[in-house]
């Protein structure tokens, strides 16, 4: 991807309460993981609340609800989680200098463990993590390695020909269509329809 990998994005979620939302108005402000600031957010979400002063009652704001996100799929968060994606993007950010590297952490912990974020181990995801392509089709012609499979094929003597004699002998093309089962994404864009001109994380299977 051609975008600055050391620009590291900002992964937030707006907190409400459900109780002032079915009042039919909306309190709650934004969260920014990685900044221990969840338990000061309820707080100010609990004392600020307009709904503990209507007939209504919100229960000092017992429900709250994940009603918009910044960078995160809001699939994967609640309010029963919400220090341990606090703590998760913190150690993540310490560990992973490249924001490419960590977008793609903090989605596949997403993915992986939705509901447990602590279980998606760093060491884990960079055995799997293969890197972030402007889009799968990119990956498929130019992110494979098949180099491994010419190790012990001869090289050429005749100048302009192939680089390995085997090349003569197997179609590439079909090649990396069988090899690229072995690998699987994650869409780097949310809220976008996953496609080949999309930005993807690549990860193997194994």
Request: hydrophobic share 30%; charged share 30%; aromatic share 14%.
């Amino acid at each position: 991807m051609g975008t600055d990998t050391k620009v590291k994005l900002k992964y937030s979620v707006w907190l409400g309460c459900l109780g002032a939302y079915n009042g039919g108005f909306l309190h709650g402000y934004w969260l920014e993981f990685g900044t221990d600031q969840v338990d000061t957010i309820l707080k100010r979400i609990r004392d600020n609340c307009p709904g503990r002063k209507k007939t209504y009652l919100c229960f000092q704001c017992e429900e709250l609800d994940v009603m918009d996100t910044e960078n995160m799929d809001h699939r994967t968060i609640d309010s029963g989680n919400l220090k341990q994606w606090d703590r998760v993007i913190k150690e993540a950010r310490e560990k992973l200098p490249n924001a490419h590297e960590l977008d793609a952490f903090i989605r596949w912990t997403g993915e992986e463990y939705p509901r447990n974020p602590d279980a998606g181990f760093i060491d884990d995801f960079q055995e799997k993590y293969i890197g972030t392509f402007s889009s799968w089709h990119e990956f498929e012609t130019t992110g494979l390695n098949l180099d491994y499979f010419f190790d012990d094929c001869p090289k050429p003597t005749t100048k302009g020909a192939p680089p390995h004699i085997c090349c003569q002998y197997i179609d590439e093309e079909k090649l990396r269509r069988d090899q690229v089962h072995d690998y699987t994404y994650i869409n780097a864009s949310y809220g976008l329809i996953p496609y080949q001109s999309e930005p993807v994380h690549v990860f193997t299977n194994h």
